[in-house]
């Protein structure tokens, strides 16, 4: 079931209007759920409700751990310290599309299922959009992405950008930076290389994390897409003789993501990888759904049209930096010496 509330004037059922009500209801929802089940939103963001105008969110270090204390010794205080934050606002969307009196009056079907398909795809094709701006936007090393006349911070908790080569700890002491933006393009020997990097993640207190990239993202390009598919779509290595087993066959789920294509400026094969698992624990990229989206009908006292109007809230953005990292980007970390 789509997640869209419906409501109407009062009027409809007893004017021209009333029998056409049920039937957009209908295609409305089919469409919506449709567009759910094929969105990467899910894929990609951790998805909350939010009760409030806006929601904060901060990082963790982890706890010291279990000591040693002997036979009847006493309990070891541990805890955890607060690191960076992130506050996300959420932000109004509105959008609505009208039809006439002579449309309904002369059954026009064709033009009675165009326009609430257009606005149905065009809400769930939005978010589809934003998302990939964001993303987009990342990958360039940008810190803030105008989208659709407004601006949106994009930054992480710690103030950069999602995909950096010198992410601070939010602990004075500790003056380590790390990356997770590379130069390499996709290759087997690069896959290793990056989830080996993912893998040595530290934090804030320079303990080693539990990241474990399980997802590739990449754009609609076909060049990426066989390198992609060919190294990872045999038990055996390709580029050997023998044949070598492929430790790698199996493992991943590969994200073919065409909205980020139009998001990537000059950027050419980036590939990223992902922990879907610590990205949903830990808070890495967010999105915030304050108001699903409610359609209302009414009719128009200037016009005589059936006027359906649609308003959603909700926001995205990124919080801890460790659920993914990038490769294939100029000026980034070189995982494999030339």
Not at 159 to 181: E, M, V, W, Y
């Amino acid at each position: 079931m789509a997640h869209i509330t419906f409501s109407e004037g009062s009027g409809l059922q007893d004017s021209i209007f009333g029998k056409s009500q049920a039937p957009i209801r209908m295609f409305l929802e089919k469409r919506g759920e449709a567009f759910e089940q094929a969105s990467m939103i899910k894929e990609l963001f951790n998805e909350e409700s939010s009760t409030h105008w806006g929601e904060k969110f901060t990082t963790m270090t982890a706890m010291t751990g279990f000591q040693p204390v002997g036979e009847n010794g006493n309990y070891p205080i541990d805890g955890m310290q607060e690191g960076f934050s992130k506050f996300l606002e959420n932000m109004t969307w509105k959008n609505s599309f009208s039809l006439s009196r002579e449309i309904v009056e002369d059954a026009k079907l064709m033009d009675l299922k165009k326009q609430p398909a257009a606005f149905i795809t065009s809400y769930y094709r939005t978010r589809e959009k934003y998302a990939a701006a964001m993303y987009g936007n990342a990958i360039q090393g940008n810190t803030a992405v105008n989208f659709g006349g407004k601006n949106f911070d994009i930054k992480t908790a710690d103030g950069k950008a999602l995909f950096a080569t010198d992410h601070p700890s939010a602990i004075k002491a500790n003056k380590a930076t790390q990356s997770n933006k590379f130069s390499d393009a996709f290759s087997m020997e690069a896959l290793g290389a990056m989830e080996t990097a993912m893998q040595n993640f530290k934090g804030d207190s320079g303990e080693i994390l539990d990241v474990s990239p399980d997802t590739i993202i990449i754009p609609n390009d076909y060049a990426l897409k066989n390198d992609v598919f060919s190294g990872l779509g045999a038990d055996k290595d390709p580029e050997t003789n023998n044949n070598a087993f492929n430790y790698q066959y199996g493992r991943w789920n590969i994200i073919v993501w065409p909205y980020l294509t139009e998001f990537l400026g000059s950027v050419s094969a980036p590939w990223i990888l992902l922990d879907s698992r610590y990205n949903k624990e830990y808070g890495g990229a967010i999105w915030l759904n304050r108001t699903n989206l409610e359609v209302k009908s009414r009719i128009d006292d200037g016009n005589d049209a059936n006027v359906w109007s649609g308003y959603a809230r909700f926001v995205a953005g990124f919080n801890d930096w460790r659920f993914a990292a990038v490769g294939g980007i100029t000026g980034g970390t070189q995982l494999i010496s030339a």
